[in-house]
Structure formats: structure tokens, C-alpha cells
């Protein structure tokens, strides 16, 4: 998929309720003297279980109400594995009721497979699907042959959280096709749709809906680099660029050069640009833009939720949005050649 930067940092987990026997055992074996951290998040509240290699063998027993996505840390014991360079592994798992096992232990580079229970059996189903498209395409058409396989799982499994988790983390990156993840979510059973992390995807498709294609773009005020206010409808009669950045996100400044060219292309066209920054330290956004060159107008609030990435439900960058000159949307999530090819089409005309 497109490389970008997530703006949140921390994965909410997924949970869902209703099990009846709610007691789990997480086991394999390992000739690797260790401590295992087991890590999620329940109900607000932060829970752990720990336990020791013995005998060649690791186990975890508990019980929780519910499945959610947890962490498992492994770290070396202070022997020779630490003087061989082994160092602490993090991996995320499905932790639900019953026996999930753990395979390649012994040797973390093939990468560790959690197995035995529906989410993780899943996870695993999905995962080699798409491991068998890596190498046969390359770039779009890998992108593509992925997200089709992805939907496919989707349409065939909607009662399964893995299901949910692939629509929300996978296909409504960004600002995602509404008439491809609205669908999709439509189809999944009651109980996810029901849920809160359902009801939260419910109101992002409130928002999403807000500034689809054909929508009139709403407007937002953002102080600029020197203070004075800015307001997207200052720039009525204009094609307008919105375009979400940051000086920390290594996408948006590998695109910036292109962003660049295209302005000085079409800036006597009727076309500008207009940049939300999402950093938080002033002394960042304008070291950035100064290194980049960036010469159209720039904005920010400087908070960490900015008000504007808010209003158009943007979830990572970089990010953007066209709109024309009766202010609305017409073009979004543009880079590269699909912008330059966008715009060459639009003044064309």
C-alpha cells in the first residue's frame, strides 16, 4: 500500500464481547532461556502477565471477556544471548479464549506465527495471500492486487474482527473510496457494527462523506507562519490545493519538490496551493519550509489535533484535497504523477 505516515502513534485495540468460556493458554516451545511480557488493553485499563522459559517451553495462562489485540515481548535472559546481540522482540497477536500456539521461536528472523484460535488462524490466512502477491507485481499493480485480495476477505469473513481491523487500518488510510469501504462496512455483522470501535467507523463515515468528491469543500481559519489569519474562502474563484504536511512526516517532504514544479507550472493558471501543517513546534514548520522552498501560503494552528485535519477527517499524511473555483471538491489524495496528471488535465480545458 502507499507509504504514509499514521498521525496517531498508539493502535486502539480491538475488542469485542460475548464469550462464555473466557480462559486462554499461550504456549511454545524455545531452547532460548527468556521472560515473556504479555501487554493489552482492556476496558480503559492496562493489564499484563508475565512468565518464564522452563524446560524449554513458555507458557501463559489466563482468562480475559473478550479478544483483543495484544502485545507479547520477549526478552533474553542476561546470558550469552545478549553477548550474541539478541535483543528484546515485540510482536502483536490476537489474544482471545483458548490454546494459541506460537511457532518460530527458535528463529525470530522467518518471523513468530501465532495459531490455534479463529483471529489468529485468520490473521494467518490473510497474511499468506498476500505474501504470495510480493514479488509477481510491483507498485500500483501490487497495491491493487492486494487490496482486491483484501476485499475478498472482507466480503467472506463479516463477522471477524480481522475483517474490520484490514477495513480501518488498510483501505481507510487517508481519506479512503467511500463507495469501497462504505459498502464493506455495511456488510459486516451486527455485533462489529454495534460496537464502539463500529460506532466510531460510523462517525468517521459522517465526516468522510462531509468532503467526498463533488462535495463543497467546508472551510476552516489557520493563522499563517507570520500570524495573520487565513481562511480557505479567501481563495474563492481560485483551483486550490489543500494539502496536509508536516516537517516530520518524510513522505510530505519527498513530495514536496513535485508540489514545487507544479506550482511554479500553473501559478499564473488560477491555481495555488494552500498547506495545513500538523506540527505541534513552530520552530519546526518554518525550519521546514524554509528548507524546502515552499513559497505559497502556510497554515497551522499548532495543535495537536489541528482543527482543520479534524474537519476533513483526515487520518494520515500526506494528504490533499482539490478543490475548484465554486469550492468543491473535485480530486483527493493526489501525488506524483496522479497530481501532475490531474492538474494537466484540468488545465487543459
Not at 9 to 36: C, D, M, S
Not at 180 to 197: C, D
Amino acid at each position: 500500500m502507499k507509504t504514509l505516515i499514521s498521525i496517531l502513534t498508539i493502535l486502539l485495540p480491538f475488542t469485542l464481547r460475548a464469550q462464555v468460556n473466557n480462559n486462554y493458554t499461550i504456549e511454545g516451545k524455545t531452547n532460548q532461556p527468556a521472560t515473556f511480557t504479555l501487554q493489552y488493553t482492556l476496558d480503559g485499563k492496562s493489564l499484563k502477565n508475565t512468565a518464564e522459559t522452563k524446560n524449554g517451553e513458555i507458557k501463559l495462562t489466563g482468562s480475559i471477556d473478550g479478544k483483543v489485540q495484544a502485545n507479547l515481548m520477549i526478552s533474553p535472559k542476561e546470558t550469552e544471548n545478549l553477548k550474541n546481540g539478541l535483543m528484546a522482540t515485540m510482536v502483536r497477536f490476537w489474544l482471545e479464549p483458548g490454546n494459541i500456539k506460537i511457532e518460530n521461536l527458535d528463529s525470530l528472523q522467518k518471523g513468530l506465527r501465532f495459531s490455534g484460535t479463529a483471529l489468529n488462524d485468520e490473521t494467518n490466512e490473510l497474511s499468506r495471500e498476500k505474501a504470495a502477491l510480493v514479488g509477481l507485481k510491483e507498485g500500483k499493480e501490487q497495491d491493487d492486487a492486494i487490496k482486491e485480495v483484501v476485499v475478498k476477505f472482507i466480503k467472506a469473513h463479516p463477522n471477524s474482527l480481522v475483517s474490520f481491523m484490514e477495513l480501518d487500518y488498510t483501505l481507510s488510510r487517508g481519506i479512503p473510496e467511500l463507495t469501497l469501504v462504505e459498502p464493506l462496512f455495511n456488510s459486516l455483522s451486527a455485533a462489529i457494527k454495534s460496537s464502539p470501535m463500529g460506532l466510531d467507523y460510523q462517525k468517521k463515515l459522517i465526516k468522510w462523506r462531509t468532503v467526498d468528491i463533488e462535495s463543497i469543500a467546508p472551510d476552516f481559519i489557520q493563522p499563517d507562519q507570520f500570524g495573520k489569519t487565513v481562511k480557505l474562502s479567501d481563495y474563492k474563484s481560485k483551483y486550490v490545493l489543500i494539502d496536509f504536511w508536516a516537517s516530520w512526516c518524510h513522505p510530505c517532504r519527498d513530495e514536496n519538490p513535485n508540489l514545487v514544479s507544479q506550482y511554479n507550472l500553473y501559478k499564473n493558471s488560477n491555481f495555488t496551493i494552500l498547506s495545513i501543517s500538523l506540527d505541534e513546534r513552530k520552530e519546526d514548520w518554518l525550519k521546514a519550509i524554509k528548507e524546502d522552498k515552499l513559497p505559497w501560503k502556510q497554515v497551522s494552528d499548532l495543535k495537536r489535533n489541528n482543527e482543520a485535519k479534524v474537519k476533513y477527517g483526515v487520518q494520515s499524511i500526506p494528504d490533499n484535497f482539490l478543490v475548484n473555483p465554486d469550492g468543491k471538491i473535485i480530486a483527493k489524495n493526489l501525488r506524483g504523477e496522479a497530481l501532475n496528471k490531474k492538474l494537466a488535465e484540468v488545465f487543459a480545458k
